[in-house]
């Protein structure tokens, strides 16, 4: 056991100074959170089966309505509703859908509503396929340009249910002068209470 | 003026001059001369390798990581350990049978008020009977009949229980594995909107009645999955496992 005071060196306060400096330029600049949180996004269009590793998605339609009927309820959309039918099919064991955003062009964010019997999320196992009925109320500049984005980790939280997972984002492909044709529709949907889909929309087998 | 002073107590540079003779050169001992080396003299000490002065703490610090990461790793056993099933318990061919025992906290009591807040070891003897493939499901219990989806192919799982009576059958899992680790049939309810597994279809309540019986689950499927095995859990953490030939 060595005794008395250490000197204090220049090596030694180089070491600390520069150990403490290099561990702070690393915490900076290495951009942690594209490494750590960014969800792994597969983008697709209407129609299209997607793997997300552990579901293959399928968004099978894309509605625009104004009134939502449903056995207990009508509702009215305060700007319009978009109805997005999704058919889920998990690969890997029972599974809950919990994400489901629409994002327009400015990039502000619309989370489902459950009115007039809609779905905000759905739970599926392998073995067959899903459909889902999600719908969003959103405004009339909200549906040029909007994508929906659907996952089983849900957005609350800046996205993180779906940190370092598989996510898809499918474009709705609504054009500028559709926008303002779907918004001047006047259409009543009657969403489908969520069901197994028919083989022809789930997707790929397994 | 110089005056020579005799330290009451030898200092560090006069330590071996105990037992000199009065008078005698204080750095002498008896028997040498000035100049020569005592014999039990210490080399000048080296210097220790870093490795050797920090040997405390390097055997210290891979116990401290083990303490931390333990410490903060609460969220294992505590949330992911209990719900699902990740410890298999026995694991046998299709036609034997498998001892399944595990506790759980029984919180309400609501078949059996005793155990209201006690954990309580489940004990079951199971036996899978047999596994096929089927065209058609059977008219279930409650409701209206279920075809077998487009894109899907439909299996019925048929298991021998033996247990204690009043075990509680709760939460029964009856899943089928496929060869690349699909979980077919994971959840508590069935196909058919059984949420009782593992109970016969006239079972009043969650606990068994006899002291033996069967059960018949049925669990959709891809078509072209290959099943290897079939699980059988409460909930977990324990399962056993059958290994279909």
């Not at chain 1, 598989?166 to 779907?182: F, G, N």
């Amino acid at each position: 056991m060595r005794h008395g005071r250490r000197r204090i060196t220049w090596k030694g306060t180089a070491l600390v100074v520069g150990a403490v400096t290099a561990g702070c330029a690393l915490v900076t600049y290495v951009p942690q959170e594209r490494n750590v949180d960014t969800p792994f996004v597969v983008e697709g269009e209407v129609g299209e089966t997607l793997d997300l590793t552990y579901a293959d998605l399928t968004v099978t339609e894309v509605r625009v309505a104004d009134t939502l009927t449903s056995f207990s309820e009508a509702a009215a959309a305060g700007g319009t509703f978009i109805v997005v039918d999704a058919t889920w099919r998990a690969t890997q064991g029972e599974t809950i859908f919990s994400g489901a955003e629409i994002t327009d062009r400015q990039g502000r964010r619309f989370w489902p509503s459950q009115r007039g019997g809609c779905s905000i999320s759905a739970s599926a196992q392998p073995g067959y396929a899903w459909r889902t009925t999600y719908c969003f109320d959103v405004p009339r500049e909200a549906l040029e340009g909007a994508t929906v984005r659907l996952a089983r980790g849900d957005q609350t939280e800046e996205y993180a249910g779906q940190r370092r997972d598989a996510v898809a984002v499918v474009d709705l492909d609504i054009t500028a002068s559709e926008a303002d044709e779907l918004w001047e529709a006047e259409e009543t949907v009657s969403p489908e209470e969520p069901g197994y889909a028919p083989a022809s929309a789930g997707g790929g087998e397994g | 003026m110089t005056t020579l002073v005799t330290p009451a107590v030898p200092g560090p540079d006069q330590g071996t001059g105990h037992g000199a003779p009065p008078g005698a050169a204080p750095s002498l001992r008896p028997g040498m001369l000035p100049g020569m080396i005592p014999p039990d003299a210490r080399a000048p000490r080296q210097r220790r390798s870093w490795g050797r002065r920090n040997a405390v703490w390097l055997v210290l610090l891979p116990i401290a990581i083990v303490a931390a990461a333990g410490a903060s790793s609460f969220r294992v056993w505590a949330y992911w350990w209990p719900v699902g099933l990740h410890h298999e318990v026995d694991r046998v061919a299709v036609g034997q049978s498998a001892h399944l025992a595990g506790e759980y906290y029984d919180a309400f009591g609501l078949d059996v008020p005793e155990r209201a807040n006690t954990t309580v070891l489940r004990e079951v003897d199971a036996t899978v009977t047999g596994v096929e493939q089927v065209d058609e499901l059977p008219a279930p219990s409650y409701g209206d009949p279920v075809p077998i989806p487009d894109g899907s192919v439909a299996y019925e799982v048929r298991v021998h229980f033996a247990a204690e009576l009043k075990t509680d059958l709760s939460g029964c899992q009856i899943m089928l594995v496929s060869e690349e680790g699909t979980r077919y049939g994971e959840s508590s309810t069935d196909v058919l909107g059984s949420s009782n597994r593992c109970s016969t279809p006239d079972a009043e309540g969650f606990v068994s009645e006899e002291p033996e019986w069967d059960v018949t689950s049925f669990v959709l499927a891809d078509p072209g999955a290959e099943i290897t095995q079939v699980r059988l859990g409460f909930g977990g953490p324990e399962y056993v496992t059958f290994d279909l030939p």
